[in-house]
């Protein structure tokens, strides 16, 4: 009798948070000012909520269930904590489509099968239903028209059409604020697009942050009026160095990241001007770094808001990102499931109170005003395993951007790059940095050993600058200056197949062609 009014009590109490949720997303309008409303002691409540949603995933979720058994799990109220985490390896992989559905069933009409973009070496099926998918559309939906007020939006849709979540979801979501043209990664479209829809539009071109690079470079080269147009981008699917941010906005009104997973949900988080302006003052200001991030920690995290009510995150004592997804809706529960990502959680006020420069202060008010949003904050560094060591220091693939782009006359040139760790025939490994050429770009000898020096440069500066181990290893030992640079045509070497793949990839295992 116990455990079924157990049941029943916590059935009833998460389908009517589910329903309470979806009150704000009446309107884009009710969205932006939950967003603004938004306090701290809401976070006990999202607790609460995600302790819930976690009970009332072991009662109907057979897969999730058995997990718990096997974990010989004792029920403990309100206790979150309890609840092992999950993820891929130990919960997806582990159990079929159909068990880690509620009552173990797929429901079918009007659901939708994702799949991940395979960065990490195989792609991944998610199923999400009808209800799931419109509370995604109605999130990106508030959060787009907070960051980029128009009455005339017109999103320029960049992402893959395929089978990959981001892409059309965007595109359906973007359909309810904004005129959409779903162009998918083709560069030459969204050029005629711009051109045959003329410069009286608020454009927001959605893609992933090299893509809106290349399109930048290709405008250029074909001497674009920008000054004429009003053209904003949207990115996602992977971080983005301020490096790059300070590139693309040379000509994009506003460049916005927004933080998602195939594994969980499309639109987690996203960046507010706020969250931006904390972003670059942690690249110069060594006391406001050490108090949010740690004294010894030199990586610059990408820096979101995200809501609790939705979106329950905490972090490991690995620092590593646990989100439970707090709704009913979802076909496929996520609870507490660890997607491999690095991070800290600090709340709006805490950072506040964290920036004690008078002018610092100002600044950040005033860059706060722009979206007000007093949602907490998502510290994110990305994929824990996503380095190579050498000499006793990671080398960040973000790290390696700052340096190909930051000040770079060359940048222009560059399509993408990925790393490596080559052993040569002397028995010594050195990380080589392969770049690949954009199509069509020829150099001749002179052109790419200048090309080699300035991006060498680069990288060996900004490395020494914010790896306390890497300048150490350079002060221990000269040699640990000798990172390669390889050059590779369109499409060749390393980066022969990666049109097939949706992400870059940045880590690359063997020899370089």
């Known amino acids: 009798m116990v455990t079924f009014l157990r049941r029943w009590t916590l059935r009833s109490s998460s389908f009517a948070l589910t329903w309470l949720y979806t009150l704000y997303r009446i309107h ?50 309100f206790d979150l904590s309890s609840y092992p985490p999950t993820d891929k390896r130990s919960y997806v992989q582990a159990y079929s489509e159909a068990q880690r559905c509620r009552h173990g069933e797929i429901e079918i009409a009007g659901s ?43 999103v320029i849709n960049a992402y893959s059409m395929g089978a990959w979540a981001t892409g059309t979801n965007t595109g359906i979501a973007m359909s309810t604020i904004a ?62 160095t301020e490096a790059l941010r ?14 998602g997973a195939s594994d969980l949900t499309i639109g987690i988080a996203g960046e507010s001007d706020f969250s931006v302006w904390v972003r670059r003052r942690l690249r110069t200001d060594a006391a406001l770094r050490a108090t949010l991030l740690g004294a010894d920690e030199h990586r610059l995290p990408m820096i979101f808001q995200y809501n609790p009510l939705e979106t329950y995150l905490e972090t ?27 991070g800290r959680l600090i709340s709006y006020p805490d950072v506040v109170a964290a920036i004690t ?22 510290f994110l560094y990305g994929r824990k395993d996503s380095t190579i060591s050498y000499m006793g220091a990671n080398i960040y693939p973000q790290d390696v951007e700052y340096g190909l782009y930051t000040g770079n006359p ?38 790419r050993r200048a090309l080699i020096h300035t991006c060498r440069a680069g990288v060996l500066r900004h490395l020494a600058e914010v790896s306390r181990d890497f300048a150490e290893s350079l002060a221990e030992d000269p040699s640990a200056a000798d990172l390669r640079v390889e050059i590779h045509e369109y499409g060749t070497g390393p980066f022969a197949g990666a049109g097939s793949t949706i992400k870059n990839v940045y880590l690359v295992r063997g020899v370089p062609a």
């Open 28 to 77: 884009p309008a009710v969205w932006r000012l939950t967003a603004r409303q938004y306090r701290p002691y809401m976070g006990h409540f999202a607790r609460l909520h995600a302790w819930m949603t976690c009970q009332f995933a072991a009662i109907d979720v057979p897969a999730y269930g058995d997990f718990l058994r096997r974990g010989n799990w004792r029920f403990r109220w």
């Open 179 to 240: 005129m959409v043209k779903n162009t998918g990664p083709d560069l030459q479209k969204i050029a005629d697009t711009l051109r045959y829809f003329g410069p009286g539009f608020d454009y927001i071109v959605t893609a992933y942050p090299p893509f809106l690079k290349h399109l930048r470079d290709k405008l250029d080269a074909e001497d674009f009026p920008w000054a004429d147009y009003r053209i904003s981008g949207l990115v996602g699917g992977e971080g983005m």
């Open 246 to 259: 300070d590139y693309l906005q040379e000509r994009f009104l506003k460049v916005r990241s927004g933080y």
């Open 410 to 447: 060359q940048a222009h040139l560059l399509q993408s790059f990925c790393l490596q760790v080559v052993e040569q025939a002397d028995l010594e490994s050195r990380p080589v940095v392969n770049l690949q050429l954009r199509d069509g770009v020829a150099l001749g000898p002179d052109e």
């Open 112 to 154: 939708v099968v994702d799949e991940s973009s395979g960065s990490s070496g195989q792609p991944f099926n998610w199923i999400r239903s009808r209800r799931e998918l419109r509370s995604v559309h109605k999130n990106l939906a508030g959060y787009a028209t907070m960051v980029f007020p128009s009455k005339r939006r017109f």
């Open 316 to 342: 490991t004592a690995d620092n590593e990102v646990l989100c439970t997804i707090n709704s009913t809706a979802v076909l496929n529960p996520r609870v507490r499931y660890n997607i491999g990502d690095e």
């Open 357 to 378: 420069d008078p002018a610092a202060r100002a600044a950040a008010d005033r860059a706060w005003q722009v979206d007000r949003m007093r949602l907490p904050l998502l």
